[in-house]
């Protein structure tokens, strides 16, 4: 964190996974002076409110969310309350105090059944698959409509599945390491038979970093900066994949993991998981054409820095 910057986080450290593991990522903020934090829900309005008049932040990056496809299947509520309301009441205090960029993480799971890979920012992305994703599209749209009316600049992430150090316990590099390291089967779905686009967080925070001053304008004025540009042609809005743009079969993902744990797993080939999907592979053209940066961080490299993290964590 710069120097220059002041940031104020706000999380609301929902018992989704681990609160602890949550509490031990805070404790790393608060060691910088220049980090403030607040708990509470992102719904909160009069807690926005207040945050905002007493800091009145220049950037807001929202982040918070109810995340996971597969738990949005038996608990759609959740989402509609942190996803849909939340994002919705972070679209009224922008309105109010006119940041000068608005960026919100969205996900590659709102490509959901679009078979044209790789994914661009441009193509179709209305066949989500998942209530969580659909939610996820619902907030780019709701932010589309806000830039428009209320000309807040707005960038929109798309990230493909990001994994590392701190990383989250439902994810399945998490998964797999606590079963491999404890002699229990892990599951693979579609039987194995699965691609993502694993991209590791420190290019995705870079990724991020970058796109902060690249703030979108109205294209009526300068038009669009790229031929790939994905700037709408009636709002300051622009949508970004974040992606490592190089789909990994999930069978060479455990080899690699296999190799770093120095141990071979017990597979549980199973069945397609409703909501989910086959493959994501994101065209990250437009980010490189943004900022100048290509996530590049080889599995072999990523995997092993979570191992070391995992290890050590939970030493
Ligand atoms: N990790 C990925 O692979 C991935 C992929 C695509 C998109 N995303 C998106 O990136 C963002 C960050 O995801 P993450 O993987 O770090 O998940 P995460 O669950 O670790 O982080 C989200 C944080 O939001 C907080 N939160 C949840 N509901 C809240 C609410 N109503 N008010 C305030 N705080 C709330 C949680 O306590 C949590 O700390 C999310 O928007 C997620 O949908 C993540």
Redesign the pocket.
């Known amino acids: 964190m710069s120097k220059e910057w002041k940031v104020i986080g706000?999380?609301?450290?929902?018992e989704?996974?681990d609160v602890d593991l949550?509490k031990a990522r805070l404790n790393i903020l608060l060691k910088n002076p220049n980090f403030h934090n607040f708990e509470?829900?992102?719904?909160d309005q009069i807690l926005l409110d207040k945050i905002f008049l007493n800091h009145k932040p220049n950037v807001i990056l929202h982040?918070?969310?109810?995340?996971g496809v597969r738990y949005s299947i038996d608990n759609p509520n959740s989402y509609v309350?942190?996803n849909l309301i939340?994002t919705f009441q972070i679209l009224e205090v922008a309105r109010k105090f006119s940041p000068d960029h608005l960026l919100i993480?969205?996900?590659?799971?709102t490509y959901g059944s679009n078979p044209n890979m790789p994914f661009n920012e441009n193509q179709r992305s209305d066949t989500p698959m998942s209530f969580y994703a659909a939610t996820?599209k619902s907030n780019e749209v709701m932010a589309h409509s806000y830039s428009h009316l209320y000309d807040i600049p707005t960038t929109l992430f798309r990230?493909?599945?990001?994994?590392g150090p701190w990383g989250?316990p439902d994810?399945a590099l998490f998964k797999f390491t606590k079963n491999i390291l404890s002699d229990q089967p892990i599951d693979l779905y579609n039987n194995g038979k699965m691609k993502r686009d694993f991209t590791y967080i420190d290019d995705l925070v870079k990724a991020i970093y970058l796109l902060i001053s690249k703030i979108p304008f109205k294209v009526d004025k300068r038009g669009a900066l790229f031929e790939n540009d994905s700037i709408s042609n009636s709002a300051p809005f622009r949508i970004v994949n974040i992606g490592n743009s190089k789909p990994i079969s999930l069978l060479d993902y455990v080899n690699v993991l296999e190799k770093a744990l120095g141990r071979v797993s017990k597979k549980n080939f199973l069945g397609m998981q409703a909501g989910d999907v086959e493959e994501t592979y994101s065209n990250v053209d437009l980010l490189e054409n943004l900022t100048g940066f290509r996530p590049k961080t080889t599995i072999n490299i990523g995997i092993n820095e979570f191992v070391k993290w995992y290890k050590d964590y939970y030493r």
């Open positions: 706000l999380d609301a450290m929902t989704y996974y949550k509470g829900l992102v719904e982040l918070a969310a109810q995340a309350q942190s939340g993480a969205s996900t590659s799971s996820k990230f493909f599945t990001v994994y989250r994810m």
